[in-house]
């Protein structure tokens, strides 16, 4: 099928990625309205994968276009992962931005070659020599121009070409380089030919012996400097100006490699679903990348993670404003599969059973969270569906019931992708939620060995109710749970009722002093008594309910809360701040070691109701620039009187309006 290579645009908001997409693909002669979803929209930028691709002749390009809020940062490593080159987009009066920063690292995190673009150069205070400092600077590579903007009153006309020394303007004229940007375009040159000849020990040797080495020579030597990952060509561009497009989507085709060029093949059908949208006519849609053998229409595939199989039944390539229905796709294509089974995201397609699946490697995991409510009878009936497809998509996106708080629970990465979550099930669904400050699921347990007893004793007329339950509670060790012990001598308490003792105590368990289900508590059943006619199930169960709040009563309950353990990734210069801000949250510091020359891994522990908005907190406290990572520890009981009021008095919530 010729050469097939996948681009993943990623960088900051604003820096015109998927414009750039756009313009591409229209020059490709394979026009597409990306970001059309009405969420995207409505925010003027991207919050999904965009993929899309054109071919020409024995080329396939296929670009991956990655949003560039912090919150939808998942997409970035979901296209890295099945690109073969990033290219790493740059606002070019801004220079490098936050996401910048982070897109730089996961290009490293995945070992992928990669191009840097200065784009918008059309903007009036464009600067591209201040920018590919910065580069330089802030992200440490080695960041070598292949291009040099012309830019005449204030207008960007043209480019040269660094190698060739060749001026070439948009209006299809070329000549010299033109004065003013002649040592740059030099200086340019002898670091990129520098670069490129670490890679080549021959080529080295006559460098530095001054001797000629022809442009032919040099872009061979490129490639594989782009390749093994030692030079990132910087390259300037705009939509406003077609021909560097043109000029752009040649360098890629000559200079980085394509699927094959990367050796990655491998033996037999091998298909990562590396993203899932869901669509309202075809339902859930999974995007595979090819890395072996060819995926055919029709044919039986295993789902290596799942143990099951699946039959082919159709596959699209997303070539063009609308994906087209293909019979077979090959190594290196990017497809999408719909009316399959079950299947969820980094699942692999193989041809065969019992093989070893591709990994799409670790995603960002959830780390804000909001109870989501139905705003009417109709809205909770299908919500339940609803929200389950659309978690599907997204490993940052995960829903569960609480068991303690009986809310529905949505994590996300923040507040404006569990907005987008929302208008989805709107927009996509017809399902109607507000989301709200999720309640703490706290629990309860006690501290000492105490007892209780009860007798349950009814007489209506006829058959009466009798059981008599003595209870002895004690704490177990925090994570203990539940033990019921039966000590029961001398049959006062016959064999057949002691499981309905137990069943009272369970039941009794859910709601303790403070109104929070109990745990950690051993229960012993050690006396009590019976009629050999009015006992029953239901008057132990009953009895043994009593016996076992009486024992708490006379015991010292404690309520326990909830601890999280928190990896805070933050640049050094903002590390003093994030732990003063833990300190005022009860948190804890377990631990802070280097992560690189610039960063800081800060551990620490905090109780959940402190920290419920953290990841809110922390983006403010850093300029969005730390990431966090947030799960849950252990529970710790709440000690003091004063403290226990005060988080009780936040968890009463009013009755919700609809």
């Known amino acids: 099928m010729g050469d097939v290579r996948t681009l993943c645009f990623v960088g900051h908001a604003g820096s015109g990625k998927t414009a750039l997409a756009e313009a591409i693909l229209q020059w490709g002669g394979a026009p597409a309205e990306l970001d059309s979803s009405p969420?995207?929209?409505?925010?003027?930028?991207?919050?999904?994968?965009?993929?899309?691709?054109?071919?020409?002749?024995?080329?396939?390009?296929?670009?991956?276009?990655?949003?560039?809020?912090?919150?939808?940062?998942?997409?970035?490593?979901?296209?890295?992962?099945?690109?073969?080159?990033?290219?790493?987009?740059?606002?070019?009066?801004?220079?490098?931005?936050?996401?910048?920063?982070?897109?730089?690292?996961?290009?490293?995190?995945?070992?992928?070659?990669?191009?840097?673009?200065?784009?918008?150069?059309?903007?009036?205070?464009?600067?591209?020599?201040?920018?590919?400092?910065?580069?330089?600077?802030?992200?440490?590579?080695?960041?070598?121009?292949?291009?040099?903007?012309?830019?005449?009153?204030?207008?960007?006309?043209?480019?040269?070409?660094?190698?060739?020394?060749?001026?070439?303007?948009?209006?299809?004229?070329?000549?010299?380089?033109?004065?003013?940007?002649?040592d740059a375009v030099a200086?340019?040159?002898?670091?990129?030919?520098?670069?490129?000849?670490?890679?080549?020990?021959?080529?080295?040797?006559r460098f530095l012996e001054d001797q000629e080495i022809s442009t032919a020579e040099i872009r061979a030597a490129l490639k594989k400097a782009v390749q093994e990952r030692s030079v990132v060509p910087v390259l300037a561009t705009s939509t406003q100006a077609p021909k560097s497009i043109e000029l752009f989507v040649t360098f890629v085709q000559e200079a980085t490699p394509s699927f094959a060029d990367l050796a990655q093949t491998t033996e037999g059908l091998r298909a990562l679903t590396f993203n899932v949208s869901s669509d309202q006519y075809l339902g859930l849609m999974a995007y595979v990348k090819l890395y072996g053998g060819t995926l055919k229409e029709g044919a039986e595939i295993a789902n290596v993670n799942r143990g099951s199989k699946e039959r082919v039944r159709e596959i699209l390539r997303p070539i063009g404003e609308k994906p087209q229905k293909t019979p077979e796709v090959g190594p290196g294509e990017i497809a999408i599969l719909t009316k399959l089974g079950e299947f969820a995201l980094g699942d692999t397609f193989a041809d065969q059973e019992g093989v070893e699946p591709?990994?799409?490697?670790?995603?960002?995991?959830?780390?804000?969270?909001?109870?989501?409510?139905?705003?009417?009878?109709?809205?909770?009936?299908?919500?339940?569906?609803?929200?389950?497809?659309?978690?599907?998509?997204?490993?940052?996106?995960?829903?569960?019931?609480?068991?303690?708080?009986?809310?529905?629970?949505?994590?996300?990465?923040?507040?404006?992708?569990?907005?987008?979550?929302?208008e989805r099930l709107k927009n996509r669904f017809g399902v109607g939620v507000r989301l709200i400050r999720p309640l703490v699921p706290y629990k309860e347990t006690v501290t000492q060995t105490a007892q209780g007893n009860y007798k349950h004793k009814k007489q209506t007329g006829g058959r009466g109710q009798y059981g008599e339950v003595h209870l002895r509670v004690e704490p177990l060790p925090r994570g203990g749970g539940f033990e019921?012990?039966?000590?029961i001598k001398g049959g006062v308490i016959p064999g057949q009722f002691i499981p309905a003792v137990e069943k009272g105590v369970v039941e009794a368990m859910q709601e303790g002093v403070f109104g929070y289900p109990m745990t950690d508590i051993k229960v012993a059943v050690f006396f009590g008594s019976h009629h050999p006619v009015d006992s029953s199930e239901i008057a132990f169960k009953i009895a043994a309910s009593q016996a076992f709040k009486i024992a708490v009563q006379n015991d010292t309950p404690v309520l326990l809360e909830p601890v999280m353990k928190l990896t805070v990734l933050t640049p050094r210069e903002f590390t003093g701040d994030i732990m003063s801000s833990l300190s005022g949250k009860r948190g804890k510091i377990l631990g802070m070691e280097p992560a690189s020359e610039k960063w800081e891994r800060i551990e620490a522990e905090a109780p959940l109701a402190e920290i419920q908005d953290y990841a809110l907190e922390l983006k403010s406290i850093t300029q969005g620039r730390a990431t966090l990572q947030m799960e849950f520890a252990y529970y710790q009981p709440v000690t003091s009187d004063k403290l226990r009021e005060e988080l009780l008095k936040r968890e009463q919530r009013e009755a919700p309006t609809h």
Do not use: C
């Not at 997409?75 to 690109?83: D, H, Q, T, V």
């Not at 200086?187 to 040797?205: C, N, P, Q, T």
């Open 39 to 182: 969420e995207a929209e409505a925010r003027g930028g991207s919050v999904d994968l965009n993929v899309a691709g054109f071919q020409k002749g024995d080329q396939t390009l296929y670009i991956l276009d990655a949003p560039g809020f912090g919150e939808f940062i998942e997409e970035s490593y979901k296209g890295l992962r099945a690109a073969e080159t990033g290219v790493l987009v740059v606002n070019a009066e801004k220079g490098p931005e936050v996401l910048t920063e982070k897109a730089w690292d996961l290009i490293h995190e995945y070992k992928k070659p990669a191009l840097a673009l200065v784009h918008r150069m059309d903007l009036p205070n464009a600067k591209f020599a201040e920018i590919l400092e910065e580069l330089k600077e802030q992200l440490g590579g080695n960041f070598a121009p292949v291009q040099w903007p012309i830019v005449r009153n204030g207008q960007f006309v043209g480019v040269v070409d660094v190698l060739e020394q060749k001026a070439f303007y948009f209006d299809g004229k070329t000549g010299e380089v033109p004065g003013e940007i002649a």
């Open 187 to 205: 200086s340019a040159r002898e670091a990129l030919i520098e670069g490129v000849a670490e890679v080549d020990e021959a080529l080295m040797e």
């Open 358 to 422: 591709l990994s799409l490697g670790e995603l960002p995991k959830p780390v804000f969270a909001r109870a989501i409510e139905p705003l009417t009878q109709q809205d909770e009936e299908k919500m339940s569906s609803a929200l389950r497809e659309l978690v599907l998509t997204k490993a940052t996106l995960r829903s569960h019931r609480d068991d303690v708080t009986k809310e529905t629970i949505v994590s996300g990465m923040g507040d404006t992708q569990l907005t987008v979550l929302t």
């Open 484 to 487: 019921f012990v039966d000590e």
